[in-house]
């Protein structure tokens, strides 16, 4: 049997394999990436949409690390807002509606397009160790041997899609399912769980009310996603916002006692920050109306999204429901909604880096850890694929932490605490969200990514205009307000004393806001967007910041106390038997991850430190 050799193998081309194999690629690795179907490269299986609260910090990550998906976003995108705008800017968050069908072709493009990346349509049966390569079996009869390999199957190991009472064998929009790996994976000695996810219906435009429900604009303030996009997007379609009633739960409630999950055909546990209609109505049963989105699925279309009322009751009951509602009443249903349940693996068995603790150049990424949403497997997919390629090479893993990123973030919560549901990710999650925000992304990350080759010299380019600009606009601000007209700027906003203060006095008042600060900048010529909103957020978060700054010292000195993944912890002396097998199980790699163990006490602390307080990064 003649095996075809590469760098690394990446199975599976969702929002996950995408980034990995794109990753791989860029840092010179020989890749191939194999998908089931090359119709779901890509593919949006659920909401039309990229971003929103946490996700478009995510994108804008990995974006800054070289990533793909921000490219993506701004060249398919038909509007674009700015969630949270009314509140700081730690909490604002992109979001963007996409043309599902062109973000398709224009990914899959993207990969075939890659030098050093083989795309593939087959379905893995098996991965076997040889040595220190692996050996990847298709059910074709297709062998490659590689020295790494990328597990991003989604919801595809064994999934199966539940409508009211009918149970089938098939992945998400009814493409094939991966029917093998999941068994390989059990082999390979993984303990799998069954979580669930859900989607609702299609619903056919033309059968739609818009006069009567609300109409949602796009800003009209253009943003991008990448840092690379020349030509920002534009608005070119509106969603639409309406209302469930006492009629349409009462339809629910009705059909609860005939629900997939009360028949117990559906056992996977489901995320609690995307609940369905039926979990609505339940858990918030004083709520007398829930908001749904109508969102366009693609210019070449007339279905239509309705984010929001996610369901698997039967088809007859969804009809009846959508209809209940006001705008609906005549409304066809294109596609049923359904949930799908599928294999995932517990993430606590991985280092921060996503590489399997157990077998070396065994990478997971996406979905198959245990979370949700595009945005979060894409951010994995990428630090997957540097890793990966790293571990190809020889360098040093990139391990990102909870005070460089949101990706840090998620990866300790998976890799440390474990998620029992799918994880989503939220800006509540960090603790360093003031100084994590989406618009100093790439002060906070490209550079990590330039040894690994993910940077280019015009993306360094760019970097480095951005940090001189935020010098020019720190200068500037240093200034007297020695112009009139720039002092009656700030006292037109009740600032009676600006005539006597420094520009940089005055912008720290309580009152001035983003617009008057943007106005300050005005009188002077070329000062770029991107370094004015740092600065402001360095005034406006100063004192915030300083505090945030006092906080994570001693996490900080934790987390710069190293531990080896080779501790056997059942030879320290002084931890509790628990902790030797919780820390055993972990491999924590350093005394604060250890700290975020579940069963690990601050005594057991104390000891890791008395005992390892001497391998600090300086």
Not at 257 to 265: I, V
Not at 367 to 373: A, E, F, I, K, L
Request: with cysteine; net charge neutral; charged share 25%.
């Amino acid at each position: 049997m003649n095996e075809i050799i590469f760098d690394a193998v990446v199975i599976g081309a969702g929002h996950a394999g995408v980034e990995a194999a794109l990753a791989l690629s860029k840092t010179g690795a020989h890749t191939l990436v194999t998908s089931i179907t090359l119709d779901n490269i890509g593919y949006m299986a659920c909401n039309p949409s990229i971003g929103g609260t946490g996700k478009g910090h995510l994108v804008r990550e990995l974006d800054a690390l070289g990533g793909f998906m921000g490219v993506a976003a701004d060249k398919c995108a038909t509007q674009i807002r700015m969630l949270n705008s009314s509140k700081g800017l730690a909490v604002r968050s992109l979001r963007a509606q996409e043309d599902k069908y062109k973000y398709h072709a224009f990914v899959k493009s993207a990969l075939e397009c890659a030098p050093n990346l083989t795309v593939r349509q087959d379905e893995i049966k098996n991965i076997a160790r040889r040595g220190n390569d692996f050996v990847v079996e298709c059910v074709t009869g297709n062998v490659y041997l590689c020295r790494a390999v990328v597990i991003a199957t989604g919801v595809y190991m064994d999934s199966t899609i539940i409508c009211g009472k009918t149970i089938l064998s098939r992945g998400p929009v009814s493409f094939p399912r991966s029917d093998y790996l999941a068994s390989s994976l059990k082999n390979l000695g993984f303990s799998l769980r069954r979580f669930k996810t859900g989607t609702p219906a299609r619903l056919n435009g033309r059968t739609i009310d818009f006069t009567k429900l609300e109409v949602q604009y796009g800003d009209d303030v253009s943003y991008t996603f990448s840092a690379v996009t020349k030509k920002q997007p534009k608005n070119t379609t509106v969603c639409y916002l309406g209302y469930t009633n006492e009629r349409t739960h009462e339809i629910v409630r009705a059909a609860i006692p005939h629900s997939p999950r009360k028949l117990g055909l559906i056992t996977g546990t489901g995320a609690r920050y995307c609940p369905s209609i039926e979990d609505k109505i339940v858990r918030f049963s004083d709520k007398p109306r829930h908001a749904f989105f109508l969102e366009p699925e693609g210019a070449g279309t007339d279905e239509w999204y309705i984010q929001g009322i996610s369901t698997s009751l039967p088809p007859d009951v969804q009809r009846e429901m959508y209809r209940s509602i006001v705008g609906l009443e005549n409304v066809e249903v294109m596609r049923d909604a359904y949930a799908i349940e599928y294999e995932c693996i517990d993430a606590r068995e991985l280092f921060p880096t996503l590489m399997s603790k157990r077998i070396p150049g065994l990478f997971f990424a996406g979905q198959v850890n245990g979370t949700s949403g595009y945005e979060e497997a894409a951010a994995q997919g990428v630090l997957a694929g540097i890793n990966a390629s790293a571990y190809i090479r020889g360098l040093n893993p990139l391990v990102l932490d909870r005070t460089n990123s949101y990706i840090g973030v998620m990866a300790d919560d998976l890799v440390t605490v474990g998620s029992d549901e799918p994880y989503r990710m939220l800006t509540g999650r960090a603790e360093c969200r003031l100084s994590l925000r989406q618009d100093n992304a790439d002060l906070r990350l490209t550079e990590l990514a330039v040894p690994y080759g993910m940077i280019d010299s015009s993306r360094l380019k760019l970097l480095n205009k951005k940090k001189r600009e935020i010098v020019k606009c720190k200068e500037l601000i240093k200034t007297s307000l020695d112009s009139k007209k720039t002092a009656e700027m700030f006292v037109a906003c009740g600032e009676e004393n600006a005539r006597t203060m420094t520009a940089e006095e005055a912008l720290k008042r309580p009152n001035v806001t983003l617009e008057l600060f943007d106005k300050y900048f005005e009188l002077f010529d070329g000062v770029l967007p991107s370094a004015k909103l740092e600065v402001y957020a360095a005034l406006r978060y100063d004192s915030y910041l300083k505090r945030q700054d006092q906080e994570l010292h001693e996490k900080s000195r934790l987390e710069n106390m190293r531990l080896s993944p080779d501790i056997d912890y059942g030879t320290v002396d002084g931890l509790r038997l628990e902790a030797r097998e919780k820390l055993n199980s972990a491999k924590p790699l350093s005394i604060g991850q250890a700290s975020r163990v579940s069963g690990v006490t601050p005594a057991d602390i104390w000891v890791l430190i008395s005992r390892f307080n001497g391998n600090r990064d300086e």
